[in-house]
């Protein structure tokens, strides 16, 4: 039996918490352009990643039935039985009001409206139906996971202007082919779970092209933040490099010789470093709007 502590702590799925972090704090330094309020951002990153640690609570406890089928989620606690459904769900419920209450008394309304729109389509939307019904429930669940960046820039905005819209499809975009390569090389979870992401519903070779095509939207998109004058050509020349390299390495797939599951294990690896390395990027090197590359052209 996990003691106590450790099992609430890992019902909250805390490698997901801390991957949202970094997005959050990108965003919003992003948006503070060097003007940073710690108190704000205090705030802002432990009221998200209460929120965030809510979401994954209860869909611990939505998820139990399949998670006892897959080799990956079979040793969960709400599936082992070391926590109860209830107990979860209760500590899920506490988590979100504490998180909510967090964003409301010190963000403003627009941040919190995303991060409500956020858990609303993870928890509801997503967790309920669409990831158990639909092979497009990774592309509904995509909006929930491209949520923190924008939460993170719009507290300090106060507004949904160009660059929160650009993270926004941005993140969005990116959790395509992070999602599909991990049901690729994650294949016989998937399927005895019976769970029909693309990989399974459709095939493998499909769930490559939309690898291939996700990727390269992706890297046009992140491009549009230099382009708009939010980031320097430092965001441009790293955007540019990890996401060529992500690109390519998303091309050997299509090689006849090519072992699936270690190809897809690296595509899903990178994918991490790439948008780690793209939301610090983005938090170094702010730039005054006044100087876009179109304004500087002109």
Not at 43 to 65: K, P
Not at 278 to 288: E, F, G, P, R
Request: charged share 10%.
């Amino acid at each position: 039996m996990k003691p106590i502590f450790r099992r609430y702590l890992t019902v909250t799925k805390p490698g997901i918490i801390m991957g949202n972090l970094i997005s959050v704090a990108g965003g919003f330094l992003l948006a503070s352009r060097g003007e940073i309020d710690i108190l704000l951002m205090t705030a802002t990153l432990l009221g998200l990643s209460l929120v965030v640690a809510s979401g994954c609570a209860i869909n611990n406890c939505i998820d139990r039935d399949i998670d006892a089928k897959m080799q990956r989620t079979r040793t969960r606690v709400t599936v082992t039985g070391e926590m109860s459904a209830k107990a979860a769900f209760w500590h899920g419920i506490v988590l979100g009001v504490a998180g909510f209450s967090l964003l409301v008394a010190y963000t403003n309304p627009t941040a919190v409206f995303f991060a409500a729109l956020g858990y609303v389509v993870y928890v509801g939307l997503y967790s309920l139906y669409m990831k158990r019904n639909s092979v497009y429930g990774t592309l509904v669940g995509s909006l929930s996971g491209a949520v923190p960046p924008v939460v993170g820039y719009c507290a300090v905005s106060a507004q949904f202007d160009t660059a929160a819209a650009i993270l926004l499809v941005m993140f969005s975009l990116w959790q395509m082919p992070h999602s599909y390569a991990i049901a690729i090389f994650r294949f016989k979870d998937y399927e005895a779970a019976n769970i029909p992401v693309l990989p399974v519903a459709e095939g493998i070779g499909k769930a490559k092209h939309h690898i291939v095509l996700y990727i390269a939207v992706f890297a046009l998109v992140t491009l549009l933040l230099p382009i708009s004058g939010y980031t320097g050509l430092g965001f441009m020349a790293v955007a540019c490099t990890t996401s060529f390299w992500w690109l390519l390495m998303a091309l050997r797939g299509y090689r006849s010789d090519i072992d699936v599951n270690g190809w897809a294990r690296q595509v899903f690896g990178f994918s991490i470093l790439n948008i780690t390395v793209l939301s610090i990027a983005m938090a170094v090197d702010y730039h005054d709007t006044a100087t876009s590359l179109f304004a500087i052209a002109l």
